[in-house]
């Protein structure tokens, strides 16, 4: 995740001396990775075909040198565990029964409560400030990271360099977020070799892509650094910030139950997430919202699979704002689904 834009850039940071960047810092690790791994085969990003390109980007037009960007690419291996992780995303390869049961579960229910009443104030003036709802600002970082106890083994370096150069399919866009991510660990002091994230390159509590850390990471506690990788606060504020920024509307349903006749429009089920048909043209289709909704509200037909049969929801504006942190309605429905279970085991 992975876009008022509050720019890390323009906060006054403190630097952290674990997170320094310096060369002398660099040729060390990469001396002593050498000797120690003699026989690991590895792509030597500094290499490639594409390096050169990349390498003149960040000099023209971020300000770094040809030295230290090529020496950030050569301690980048590539990893044939993360080409393959991204060619099957769970929401691309099991239906909606499957697919919820890794997140709908009791343990993650029970630790969402118990994240919940940890950072209750936090969560309330999260709340306060931006009108996202404390239990699905806890949702998303429950599905994300387990509450943050789960938050990726890879190196950042490695996930965004094979990805950038190394699967075609999406190659303009992990670029771009390699070259963001070396923007951000330049901003925050940090050493590029070290952070660790997702298979995807996605970083801390709430998983944010770096252009997402770029522009929506908060500094919600003012000790000057926006952490959301070990700053629980920081990454609250961070993931309440991100949804009201991609236009969240405090106060409004975000999604209904709902009941289709046999005659409904197959066509309401295209898949897409924008709404664009009336909560009462939905209705005229053949898909009823079991819930009182405005019924000029814009909406999109949800349809899911069960074992035996589907489930019928709609999806409101708010409900779209929770696909902009992942592209997917099964997601949005976990969040949503797991955000009523933290609620209720909080008395919420």
Same mark, same amino acid.
């Given at each position: 995740?992975?876009?008022?834009?509050?720019?890390?850039?323009?906060?006054?940071?403190?630097?952290?001396?674990?997170?320094? /960047? !310096? $060369?002398?810092?660099? +040729?060390?690790? #990469? @001396?002593?990775?050498?000797?120690?791994?003699?026989? &690991?085969?590895?792509?030597?990003?500094?290499?490639?075909?594409?390096?050169?390109?990349?390498?003149?980007?960040?000099?023209?037009?971020?300000? /770094? !040198? $040809?030295?230290?960007? +090529?020496?950030? #690419? @050569?301690?980048?291996?590539?990893?044939?565990?993360? &080409?393959?992780?991204?060619?099957?995303?769970?929401?691309?390869?099991?239906?909606?029964?499957?697919?919820?049961?890794?997140?709908?579960?009791?343990?993650?229910?029970?630790?969402? +409560?118990?994240?919940?009443?940890?950072?209750?104030?936090?969560?309330?003036?999260?709340?306060?400030?931006?009108?996202?709802?404390?239990?699905?600002?806890?949702?998303?970082?429950?599905?994300?990271?387990?509450?943050?106890?789960?938050?990726?083994?890879?190196?950042?370096?490695?996930?965004?360099?094979?990805?950038?150069?190394?699967?075609?399919?999406?190659?303009?866009?992990?670029?771009?977020?390699?070259?963001?991510?070396?923007?951000?660990?330049?901003?925050?002091?940090?050493?590029?070799?070290?952070?660790?994230?997702?298979?995807?390159?996605?970083?801390?509590?709430?998983?944010?892509?770096?252009?997402?850390?770029?522009?929506?990471?908060?500094?919600?506690?003012?000790?000057?650094?926006?952490?959301?990788?070990?700053?629980?606060?920081?990454?609250?504020?961070?993931?309440?910030?991100?949804?009201?920024?991609?236009?969240?509307?405090?106060?409004?349903?975000?999604?209904?139950?709902?009941?289709?006749?046999?005659?409904?429009?197959?066509?309401?089920?295209?898949?897409?997430?924008?709404?664009?048909?009336?909560?009462?043209?939905?209705?005229?289709?053949?898909?009823?919202?079991?819930?009182?909704?405005?019924?000029?509200?814009?909406?999109?037909?949800?349809?899911?699979?069960?074992?035996?049969?589907?489930?019928?929801?709609?999806?409101?504006?708010?409900?779209?704002?929770?696909?902009?942190?992942?592209?997917?309605?099964?997601?949005?429905?976990?969040?949503?689904?797991?955000?009523?279970?933290?609620?209720?085991?909080?008395?919420?």
């Amino acid at each position: 995740m992975r876009a008022v834009e509050i720019n890390s850039a323009s906060v006054s940071l403190k630097i952290h001396p674990i997170y320094s /960047f !310096s $060369a002398p810092r660099i +040729a060390i690790f #990469l @001396a002593f990775f050498a000797l120690a791994t003699p026989s &690991l085969s590895m792509a030597n990003y500094a290499e490639h075909p594409s390096a050169e390109a990349f390498i003149g980007t960040m000099v023209e037009e971020h300000g /770094f !040198s $040809a030295e230290e960007v +090529a020496a950030v #690419l @050569a301690g980048a291996e590539r990893q044939q565990s993360i &080409l393959d992780a991204i060619a099957r995303p769970a929401e691309k390869s099991k239906p909606w029964y499957e697919y919820r049961q890794i997140f709908l579960t009791e343990r993650r229910e029970r630790e969402g +409560a118990e994240f919940f009443q940890q950072h209750r104030a936090t969560l309330a003036r999260a709340q306060a400030e931006t009108g996202v709802p404390a239990e699905i600002i806890v949702a998303i970082i429950g599905v994300e990271t387990y509450y943050g106890r789960i938050a990726g083994s890879y190196r950042v370096i490695d996930a965004l360099t094979t990805l950038a150069f190394d699967y075609p399919k999406r190659s303009p866009f992990f670029t771009d977020e390699l070259v963001n991510f070396l923007v951000l660990t330049r901003e925050q002091g940090m050493d590029p070799l070290v952070l660790k994230g997702s298979y995807a390159g996605a970083m801390g509590y709430g998983q944010f892509m770096p252009s997402s850390y770029r522009a929506y990471a908060v500094d919600f506690d003012n000790d000057g650094i926006a952490d959301i990788w070990n700053n629980p606060v920081d990454a609250i504020g961070s993931v309440a910030n991100y949804l009201a920024q991609r236009g969240w509307r405090g106060g409004e349903p975000i999604v209904s139950a709902a009941s289709a006749s046999d005659s409904a429009d197959p066509e309401l089920f295209d898949g897409k997430l924008k709404p664009r048909l009336s909560v009462a043209e939905i209705a005229a289709a053949g898909v009823t919202a079991t819930d009182s909704l405005d019924p000029e509200a814009l909406a999109i037909a949800l349809r899911f699979d069960l074992e035996d049969g589907y489930e019928y929801w709609l999806g409101l504006h708010n409900f779209y704002v929770i696909t902009r942190y992942n592209i997917s309605s099964m997601y949005a429905m976990s969040v949503f689904q797991l955000s009523q279970r933290i609620a209720a085991g909080v008395g919420g």
